[in-house]
Structures are given as structure tokens and as C-alpha cells.
């Protein structure tokens, strides 16, 4: 498995930006599916974005599509969340994962790292 650490998150006002990162031990980064969820409070996890280990094919929540960009450094072990355009609703603790394949990102989880957008 591997371990992943998030950082960046923190506060921001509605309409402000936040990069997210996740960083990865482990020689076989680049080998992991790599995703971001969100936590918000008194609700259940959710989906945000997904990138493959393959090609870096990304998918996308439909609330966050067109404001969100996921990425990754391999020769970082690093994984981006740029999060543009926030909203309150944005504010959750957000967690990266990793997985052998997009299907199934999951096995490896962050501590998850805290969002707040103000109004």
C-alpha cells in the first residue's frame, strides 16, 4: 500500500482559490489510480475527481467540473487538487486516496485536510 499525506487546505472567501496536495510514499506512485473526496459535515463522503495511472485520464464530480483541476507529478510522488472559483458548499475535509485502478481507489487513504469557503 501507500501512504498519503494532504496539505494546503485552510481558509478561503467564496470565489478564492486553494491547491491542494497529496503526498505519496512509496516507489509505485505512478502505478496507483490517484483520487480526491470530500467530507462535508453531517453528510457522507463524496466523489470530487479521479486521475488514471495510464494515460492521466481525469474524471470529474458534475459539482466541481470546470472549477476543479486534478493532476499529478510522478517523479514528485504528488498529487494536485487546484480548486478554483469556491463556493460555501466546497467546505469539507477533503482526502486523497489511491487505488490499482480508477474502479477501485480506496485502498489507501490520507488523514484528509480542511476546506473552508466563507460567504
Known amino acids: 500500500q501507500v501512504q498519503l499525506v494532504e496539505s494546503g487546505g485552510g481558509l478561503v472567501q467564496a470565489g478564492g482559490s486553494l491547491r491542494l496536495s497529496c503526498a505519496a510514499s512509496g516507489r509505485t506512485f505512478s502505478r496507483y489510480a490517484m483520487g480526491w473526496f470530500r467530507q462535508a459535515p453531517g453528510k457522507e463522503r463524496e466523489f470530487v475527481a479521479a486521475i488514471s495511472w495510464s494515460d492521466g485520464t481525469t474524471y470529474y464530480s458534475d459539482s466541481v467540473k470546470g472549477r476543479f483541476t486534478i493532476s499529478r507529478d510522478n517523479t514528485k510522488n504528488t498529487l494536485y487538487l487546484q480548486m478554483n472559483s469556491l463556493k460555501p458548499e466546497d467546505t469539507a475535509v477533503y482526502y486523497c486516496?489511491?487505488?490499482?485502478?480508477?474502479?477501485?481507489?480506496?485502498?489507501?487513504w490520507g488523514q484528509g485536510t480542511q476546506v473552508t469557503v466563507s460567504s
Open positions: 486516496a489511491a487505488g490499482p485502478s480508477i474502479a477501485s481507489i480506496g485502498g489507501s
